[in-house]
């Protein structure tokens, strides 16, 4: 059906589900989504609550919502002053996405105050609301936030605590990287002393997951959850920082000393954050969410974006720099940079990254360069490969300037920067973000936020944010092998923190180790699970900036695994999520053009799977399958090319910790 001919069925559907709304005497309202499945019930009887159901069952039982400004004033009390409503049907060409065209279809419900409105919006797939400030003038004090998420069962839910071994109060966890595992408990259970990060989601009924996440999060802190041991789960925003040192680690990041007693300063006529309750009846679909990036503030239209060119990078930090073969002393030097260069212009990676290292360690100031590295050869001996050099910067090395920074470094031909250890997401850092993007953009600069949030929407605005952390990704191998269980977090991971964007795990290792045998090393860090599951987490994980985390090396010992990852596209024109089950198995198909790239990923139980691939046609499967001896050898892979069958279904079978992944041409 083309899309044309589904927005006219829509617009009926939505003039059948949207009730009529004539008078604002009324204190309940039915907002339906365009399919009629999602409904939310909202009341305004001196407080507003909302409640959300999927097929006339209920997933969020009534829960209030809130903002206690300064001034004594609350959005979210008193008498509602005038009500709309309306639909939106759009397809939107994205830049830098999982998809060239997003479709945008809800409908929405809006209900005015004195000097506030909130407005709520019905996806197919969840029920979104925000708080805008209709005031005219005159700026104010935002004291609290209250979002209640109030479960009406106690069921599963899967929670990131905040990563941090200091719980004695929440402003010791304010500070914290965003990476942590999943545990899968009771909404009861709930550790009620500890802060958890989004996104969350809930296993429902029916098979039913209910995601928690926020999006347009701009100059406004970024919203936790806390869980007091009943079925109702309560926002938790970190206050507005007053004293912030320098310090933690290498002197890069804000440590906190006090905060003042309110989360945020605002002007009058801005809106705040999207509170989203994702509901999706089949979990697959969590995979391929839109929901954070539609919320987000649309980017400039005048504003031309062709310079951002999203790929791969060649990276030298995981590997250590590492390298062997060599008539030189591998490290932090322009020999050792020319090496990693020559690998990446031979495979056709786009960018090289200098990862911490290249500056003056300590210093937290960028215009400081070690000895060893002469930057204007390596970027002129990268121009004459065809490569880009990206540059890692610290959070105050890069906050003391950032004009003079990136105005600087950009005249010199870098193309962007990989800044890191902010972890925070109170106001003041999310100030920090957007300038740090805003500024970039201005010098066509690419964007890597690490030791951050999760993507929160400021990409739509900024598709130059290439790519962000807050995941616990690879680089946990080097450290914690023995006690972290990265194959299992491997198939929770594209359900749970991916539902809300890109993703910066840095995947590729080619030292792999079957259960019970990664152990964390430094120097030659390795992965947990099959070389198979390395390929395919370049299908799997979304990555617009996408690392090849092992040493060229090793790379060039691997030159078929190689040549296979090097030429992954990293953006792409449509994503299909074709199979999968949180924490057991996931199974995603992109296409980029003519090609569809399918990969699939098991925990540690060895998996049969029959992968239905009818919607790609005709084509050539160019497959890796894990080897028959996988299970014993986690490198053990077998390249097999052949026809994709007629009726679309492949069978697949993954060892233990194991992978598939298949580029497949028309």
């Known amino acids: ?41 909202i009341k305004a009887d001196g407080k507003v609550s909302y409640s959300v ?59 005015d105050f ?4 909130i407005e709520f919006r019905a996806y197919d797939n969840a029920v979104t609301y925000r708080f805008v400030s209709t005031a005219k003038r005159g700026g104010f004090e935002v004291k609290s936030e209250k979002a209640e998420f109030n479960f009406p069962q106690d069921w599963m839910s899967w929670v990131p605590y905040v990563n941090t071994s200091r719980i004695e109060s929440f402003e010791t966890q304010y500070g914290n990287s965003f990476e942590n595992y999943y545990e899968h408990i009771n909404l009861t259970a709930w550790n009620p002393k500890r802060l958890v990060f989004l996104p969350v989601v809930v296993d429902a009924f029916d ?64 809106s705040f954050p999207w509170r989203i309750v994702g509901v999706f009846e089949d979990e697959k679909n969590l995979v391929n969410s839109d929901l954070t990036w539609l919320l987000g503030t649309p980017a400039d239209k005048n504003t031309d974006w062709s310079w951002i060119k999203p790929g791969k990078v060649a990276w030298d930090w995981w590997n250590d720099w590492n390298l062997y073969g060599v008539d030189f002393e591998s490290g932090v030097n322009n020999e050792t940079y020319k090496y990693y260069i020559d690998f990446a212009s031979k495979h056709g990676i786009e960018y090289v990254i200098l990862d911490e290292g290249w500056a003056v360690n300590k210093k937290t100031d960028l215009f400081q360069i070690v000895p060893e590295i002469d930057l204007k050869e390596l970027l002129a001996y990268a121009k004459s490969k065809n490569v880009g050099l990206i540059l890692w910067a610290g959070y105050k090395a890069v906050d003391k300037d950032i004009e003079g920074v990136f105005k ?26 957007e300038n740090v993007a805003k500024t970039a953009a201005k010098y066509h600069l690419l964007i890597d936020f690490h030791g951050a949030f999760k993507p929160s929407g400021l990409e739509r605005k900024y598709p130059n944010i290439i790519n962000y952390e807050g995941v616990a990704g690879l ?50 860090p390795m992965s947990q699970g099959t070389r198979c599951r390395q390929l395919a987490e370049y299908a799997i994980f979304e990555a617009p900036l996408t690392m090849l985390c092992d040493s060229p090396s090793n790379y060039m010992a ?47 139980d060895a998996r049969d799977l029959v992968l239905d691939l009818g919607f790609i046609g005709r084509g050539k499967m160019t497959i890796f399958q894990d080897g028959v001896n996988a299970h014993r050898a986690a490198r053990d892979y077998k390249k097999v090319v052949k026809d994709l069958p007629v009726d679309g279904k492949v069978q697949i079978h993954m060892a233990p910790g194991g992978g598939w992944v298949a580029k497949i041409s028309k």
């Not at 004195?114 to 409105?117: A, C, L, R, V």
């Not at 695994?561 to 996931?586: L, R």
């Open 114 to 117: 004195k000097d506030y409105s």
């Open 207 to 270: 098979g039913v997951k209910v995601m928690i996440t926020e999006s347009d999060l701009r100059d406004y802190p970024g919203l936790f959850l806390n869980g007091q041991g009943g079925k109702t789960i309560k926002g938790v925003n970190a206050p507005l920082p007053d004293e912030v040192e320098i310090g933690g680690h290498n002197m890069l990041q804000g440590v906190v000393k006090s905060r003042h007693n309110y989360i945020a300063k605002a002007d009058a006529g801005r």
């Open 408 to 433: 600087h470094y950009s005249k010199m031909g870098v193309k962007g920067f990989k800044v890191d250890f902010m972890d925070r997401d109170d106001q003041q850092a999310m100030q920090f973000y």
């Open 53 to 111: 159901t999927f097929d006339g069952k209920t997933v969020l039982a009534p829960s209030e919502i809130a903002m206690k400004l300064s001034n004594g004033t609350t959005y979210g009390e008193g008498k509602v002053k005038g009500v709309k409503s309306g639909d939106v049907a759009e397809t939107i060409q994205a830049v830098a996405y999982k998809k060239a065209l997003v479709d945008n279809v809800y409908n929405w419900l809006t209900l």
């Open 475 to 524: 680089e946990q191998m080097k450290w914690g092998a023995k006690q972290y269980d990265q194959v299992t977090y491997d198939v929770i991971i594209p359900f749970v923190r991916m539902a809300a964007g890109r993703m910066d795990y840095t995947q590729g290792a080619m030292i792999n180790c079957t259960k019970g045998y990664a152990y964390p090393n430094n120097s030659m």
């Open 558 to 604: 691997e030159p078929e695994c190689t040549d296979f990852i090097s030429a992954f596209p990293t953006t792409w024109d449509e994503t299909v999520p074709v199979c999968g089950k949180i924490g057991e198995y996931v199974a995603i198909a992109r296409r980029k053009g003519n090609d569809w790239y399918v990969g699939a990923m098991t925990g540690w």
């Open 1 to 41: 059906m083309s899309y044309k001919l589904k927005s006219i069925i829509c617009a009926a559907l939505m003039a059948v589900c949207l009730p009529m709304v004539s008078s604002a005497a009324k204190k309940a309202w039915t907002l339906s989504s365009p399919n009629g499945r999602v409904k939310a019930e």
